[in-house]
């Protein structure tokens, strides 16, 4: 990684990478799109060792291909919606046709979730499965990908920290000379990392039904809100907001409460069951 002098101090500065992995002719593979084939492939892999774990019938590899197929087009079409109507309406209401150039970035998570959880209520009913049984089986699958989704932020060099006089302070270019907290990073670790291990543990033991997805609701919910301290607000219509709180931050107060909320009636109603 490069180093800058900015103000007689050197600084790291982002690489600049070529959002476009691969030139196949006409054909552009970029960076971010195989970040999200990355998290397809985890969630696949992880799910095969869950389901050999799990031991329960009906549930196969079969019943998993089907599952991501789901899973994709909510993430893809939520996440894209959730972008336009969370952060930036005014500009793709302007530009239509920008709507549908995913490829360039721009995939809100809390728009993905709703389109996850839409797309899984759809796949339960259809399967007769009970949707908190299927939420909790996914949730741990999940985290490794919201990770590869902020390399690939970091790559395409977007949403970028706020100004930092700390040591590991990074210089964008693209943005201007100021170092500032690699925040994508802070967010690869958090909601990728950490949030993995998290679930990983807890769900590797039996748990009243949707208390995972409680778990799940309530650590991404947490590291959102503390990542977006240490980040730029969006662009858009939205910067801070009331109580100097962001868009991200105001979506993520739900979901902490709901989880909390989640894992109380899980248990409550485990021990009610005894």
């Known amino acids: 990684m490069a180093r800058i002098v900015v103000n007689s101090q050197t600084m790291l500065t982002h690489p600049q990478i070529d959002p476009v992995a691969i030139h196949l002719g006409p054909l552009a593979v970029h960076w971010y799109g195989l970040m999200y084939l990355l998290g397809f492939g985890l969630f696949l892999l992880l799910g095969k060792y869950r389901l050999r774990k799990l031991k329960r019938p009906g549930w196969n590899e079969t019943l998993l291909d089907d599952l991501l197929f789901y899973g994709v087009l909510g993430?893809?079409?939520?996440?894209?919606?959730?972008?336009?109507?969370f952060y930036q309406p005014g500009y793709y209401f302007s530009h239509p046709f920008e709507i549908v150039?995913?490829?360039?970035?721009?995939?809100?998570?809390?728009?993905?979730?709703i389109g996850v959880m839409v797309a899984m209520a759809l796949f339960a009913r259809q399967r007769k499965i009970?949707?908190?049984?299927?939420?909790?089986?996914?949730?741990?699958?999940?985290?490794?990908?919201?990770?590869?989704?902020?390399?690939?932020?970091?790559?395409?060099?977007?949403?970028?920290?706020?100004?930092?006089?700390?040591?590991?302070?990074?210089?964008?270019?693209?943005?201007?000379?100021?170092?500032?907290?690699?925040?994508?990073?802070?967010e690869f670790a958090l909601e990728g990392l950490a949030l993995f291990v998290l679930l990983w543990l807890y769900s590797s033991k039996p748990r009243p039904v949707a208390a995972v997805s409680g778990l799940f609701l309530i650590g991404y919910g947490s590291f959102r809100f503390i990542g977006e301290f240490a980040r730029t607000p969006d662009d858009g219509i939205f910067g801070l907001m009331t109580f100097n709180v962001s868009m991200g931050q105001w979506l993520s107060l739900p979901m902490v409460l709901a989880g909390v909320g989640m894992m109380w009636w899980a248990y409550r109603k485990a021990i009610m069951a005894k």
Request: hydrophobic share 45%; no cysteine.
């Open 75 to 85: 993430v893809v079409l939520g996440g894209r919606l959730g972008e336009v109507l």
């Open 101 to 113: 150039a995913v490829w360039r970035g721009g995939m809100s998570f809390h728009g993905g979730f």
């Open 130 to 186: 009970v949707w908190f049984e299927l939420m909790d089986f996914i949730a741990p699958l999940v985290p490794l990908g919201l990770g590869a989704g902020r390399i690939g932020n970091f790559i395409n060099s977007e949403l970028w920290g706020k100004p930092t006089d700390l040591p590991w302070g990074m210089v964008f270019p693209n943005v201007d000379n100021l170092p500032r907290h690699p925040s994508q990073l802070y």
